[in-house]
């Protein structure tokens, strides 16, 4: 079928045999495409730099400049570098074709040969080029739809965190002049308006984190005591479960303590959440064989299952889990936690869950040292 000239895809062929290249440039040209032809390697670069075609047929033995040094510059360049290249050469064993792909080209074509052939192969990788400029395309849309959705959760969630701030103070004001007994009520709401507001924190870190836009105050610290603290804050919010802390020396690491505090209390809370009341968690603070550190978060919950132990670092990713001991499902929803391992990548380390027994899951990050 003959194209319409302005949808004629340009092809360069490169070819110090005027005969060859009359016979290829012809053939083409009556197959509706637009041919350029050239008779050596210099003649080839300076076309190219004039107007990059949709393809190159190349000739490899050619006088001064050979098609693989045309084939190799042409791949160095970074606007030419996904012209494909069609070498055409009398050239037929195994170690002159893998030089030719070795160059960059992308297919080889052996002389004599058929013009059916010629055609056949031209026109496949002139449809791959075009399959992957539509790929680029879905791509790029794709990520401005991605920006776009970000951000719209980010204005949504800047304008949720003033009145979440105004009700938090007014629940804890009105804790103040109510009687005992509406206490257990308002604290049952302002933990809900901290949850709240933790989440819309931890999708704004989420996001900082993914662009590198949050930087890190690293100094030498002792992460028993960053345990310590994050173990004191939990257990004040819930009294129904034991928190254990085993650190038994000092752990000193570099790192942001502010920022592995809250991802120590974000897997406690995580922990809290799954640990049946009156059941126990258990932090343990450790120096690796090669002197990085890990720090292990202990629960008594149903646990994760193998295949979803991945899944839960990523970001809205869920799991449901069901309790040996319950009909009760336990969502364990995926902000929390990639936060937590955006975290602690972002100081080179790393994060994960192993099963407990006889129940439970550990989750546990190491720090290099």
């Not at 004629?8 to 016979?23: F, K, Y």
């Not at 170690?95 to 002389?111: C, L, Q, R, S």
């Not at 931890?202 to 345990?227: H, T």
Request: aromatic residues 4%; contains cysteine.
């Amino acid at each position: 079928m003959t194209r319409e000239p302005a949808d004629a895809p340009s092809i360069l062929v490169v070819d110090d045999t005027v005969e060859n290249l009359r016979l290829v440039a012809g053939m083409l040209a009556n197959r509706g495409f637009d041919v350029r032809p050239v008779t050596s390697g210099a003649e080839a670069l300076q076309a190219i730099a004039h107007d990059p075609p949709e393809l190159v047929l190349l000739d490899v033995s050619m006088p001064g400049m050979s098609g693989l040094e045309v084939c190799a510059a042409l791949k160095q360049h970074s606007e030419w570098r996904d012209i494909p290249v069609i070498f055409l050469t009398a050239l037929a064993e195994v170690a002159d074709k893998v030089n030719g792909f070795e160059a960059g080209g992308a297919d080889y074509i052996t002389k004599p040969f058929q013009l059916e052939e010629v055609v056949a192969r031209v026109s496949h990788q002139l449809a791959l080029r075009e399959a992957q400029r539509q790929l680029i395309k879905s791509f790029e849309r794709l990520q401005a739809l991605e920006t776009l959705r970000d951000d719209l959760v980010h204005m949504i969630v800047h304008d949720m965190r003033s009145p979440l701030t105004a009700l938090i103070m007014s629940l804890e004001y009105a804790k103040t002049q109510l009687k005992d007994q509406l206490h257990e009520t308002l604290d049952d709401a302002v933990g809900s308006a901290r949850g709240i507001a933790a989440m819309c924190n931890a999708l704004l870190d989420v996001s900082r984190l993914e662009e590198g836009r949050m930087p890190l105050d690293k100094a030498a610290c002792d992460l028993c005591e960053v345990a310590a603290q994050a173990r004191t804050a939990m257990a004040s919010i819930d009294a129904r479960r034991v928190i254990q802390l085993v650190a038994p020396q000092p752990v000193i690491a570099s790192c942001d303590a502010q920022l592995v505090r809250r991802v120590l209390e974000n897997l406690i809370g995580n922990g809290i959440k799954h640990t049946p009341a009156g059941g126990q968690l258990r932090i343990e603070v450790s120096v690796e064989e090669g002197g990085g550190a890990r720090i292990s978060v202990q629960d008594e919950g149903p646990g994760v299952p193998l295949e979803s132990r991945l899944k839960i670092f990523e970001k809205f990713g869920t799991v449901a889990t069901r309790s040996e001991h319950s009909d009760q499902l336990y969502h364990s929803a995926g902000l929390g936690l990639a936060f937590c391992k955006l975290a602690v990548e972002a100081h080179g380390g790393r994060i994960g869950v192993d099963a407990a027994t006889p129940r439970g899951s550990i989750f546990w990050l190491e720090l290099p040292a």
